[in-house]
C-alpha cells in the first residue's frame, strides 16, 4: 500500500514536469507566500505498529525562482502521534501504552507547478531535518509518581508530495498529499508517514520588499523599486 502511494505521487510529479516546460505561471511571478496547513499524517508499514493519527499542522513559504514555474519551499511540519512503546530501553521497566509522540521535520524542499488559469497543480522533493520526541513512564514509587518524560531524538529525512490550490480574492486554499521517510529509527523501526494537508495561502512579497530595504540590498523581490 505505502509503495503504490509513493509511485503514484512520482507519477504524478513527472506530469507536471513534462507540463511545465511549456506553460508561464503569471500568479507566482516573483512571489513570496506564506501558508499555513491542518490535517493529519497517517502512519504506514510497520510504523502503525508504534504510531497512530493525530492532527498536525504545517507553515512555511512558497519562493518563486526567476523563472516562476519553479519554487523553493522550507517548511515546518508539526506532525502529531499517539505512540505505544514496544521496546524497553533500560530507562524504566514500564512501556507507555496510549502516549503521545511529535514529530518536528523542517523540510527543505523545490518544486515546479502548472497554472490552470486559478487553479495550481504542484510537485516537490526535498530533505529535511528536526526531532522527534517520544514519551517515557518514569516511576516513583517512594512517591507514588510516575513522570511523563520526553526522549528526543535527532531526525534526518526526505518529503516529496504533490498538490493543488486554488486563487480566491486575497488569498489561496489549497490541498497537499506528501510522503515522509526518516532515516532514523524509532523503537527499531523508521518513521514513514502519509501527510495530508488543507491549508491557506497568502502573499507576503511587500513583506519581503520590505526585508529587502531594510537589509540595504539593491533591487527587491516584486522587482518594483
Do not use: W
Not at 530533505?127 to 516513583?140: D, N, Y
Amino acid at each position: 500500500m505505502g509503495k503504490k502511494i509513493v509511485l503514484s505521487i512520482l507519477s504524478v510529479l513527472i506530469s507536471i514536469v513534462v507540463f511545465a516546460q511549456s506553460s508561464a505561471d503569471t500568479i507566482h511571478y516573483r512571489k513570496i507566500y506564506y501558508f499555513g496547513g491542518t490535517g493529519m499524517a497517517f502512519p504506514m508499514g510497520k510504523t502503525k505498529d508504534i504510531l497512530t493519527p493525530k492532527f498536525s499542522g504545517s507553515m512555511g513559504l512558497d519562493i518563486s525562482l526567476k523563472d516562476s514555474r519553479f519554487y523553493v519551499m522550507p517548511v515546518l511540519y508539526t506532525l502529531s502521534f499517539g505512540y505505544k512503546q514496544q521496546i524497553e530501553d533500560g530507562i524504566t521497566n514500564y512501556k507507555i501504552e496510549n502516549g503521545d509522540a511529535t514529530f518536528y521535520n523542517l523540510s527543505l524542499s523545490a518544486g515546479m507547478r502548472k497554472q490552470y488559469r486559478r487553479l495550481n497543480t504542484y510537485a516537490y522533493v526535498g530533505p529535511g531535518f528536526g526531532l522527534f520526541l517520544e514519551p517515557r513512564a518514569i516511576v516513583r514509587p517512594e512517591v507514588s509518581i510516575v513522570e511523563i518524560e520526553k526522549k528526543s531524538k535527532f531526525n534526518i529525512s526526505s518529503k516529496l508530495g504533490v498538490g493543488a490550490d486554488y486563487k480566491f480574492k486575497g488569498f489561496f486554499l489549497g490541498l497537499e498529499l506528501g510522503y515522509v521517510h526518516s532515516f532514523t529509527k524509532i523503537q527499531n523501526t523508521p518513521i514513514n508517514a502519509l501527510t495530508v494537508m488543507v491549508g491557506l495561502k497568502s502573499d507576503i512579497t511587500r513583506l519581503g520588499d520590505k526585508v529587502v530595504s531594510v537589509l540595504g540590498v539593491d533591487g527587491s523581490i516584486s522587482g518594483k523599486q
